[in-house]
């Protein structure tokens, strides 16, 4: 499975983007789609899961009321909707596939695919 993150950009605090990671050679709705990302100098950390089986969704609580991730089945893409963006957002954002149980949904290593990242920068 190919995984393609697109949608970051230059955004001013408060503003909002719309991240999708499409999928190809495989169907994203037999996996847990995971976003998480990483800023210069820190680990990479997760940010929101969408679950393969029932689709319940699992939020960082830094993001938590501000982002939103879902599906399109038809278009075999996940998205991650983010409001109220700060400059804490700011970060490279990967999408990542996998079948995590639910105590490995935060951890990178559950995840089998990876994207390719996409920069996002909150001025303030």
């Known amino acids: 499975v190919q995984l393609q993150a697109s949608g970051g950009g230059l955004v001013q605090a408060g503003g909002s983007l719309r991240l999708s990671c499409a999928a190809s050679?495989?169907?994203?709705?037999?996996?847990?789609v995971a976003w998480f990302r990483q800023a210069p100098g820190k680990e990479r950390e997760f940010v929101a899961v969408i679950r393969q089986s029932s689709s319940t969704t699992y939020y960082a609580d830094s993001v938590k009321g501000r982002f939103t991730i879902s599906r399109d089945n038809a278009r075999n893409v996940v998205y991650l909707q983010m409001i109220s963006l700060n400059a804490e957002d700011t970060a490279a954002y990967y999408c990542?596939?996998?079948?995590?149980?639910?105590?490995?949904?935060?951890?990178?290593?559950?995840?089998?695919?990876w994207g390719q990242g996409t920069q996002v920068t909150v001025s303030s």
């Open positions: 050679g495989g169907t994203l709705r037999d996996y847990g």
């Open positions: 990542a596939a996998g079948r995590p149980i639910l105590s490995t949904i935060r951890n990178t290593e559950a995840y089998y695919y």
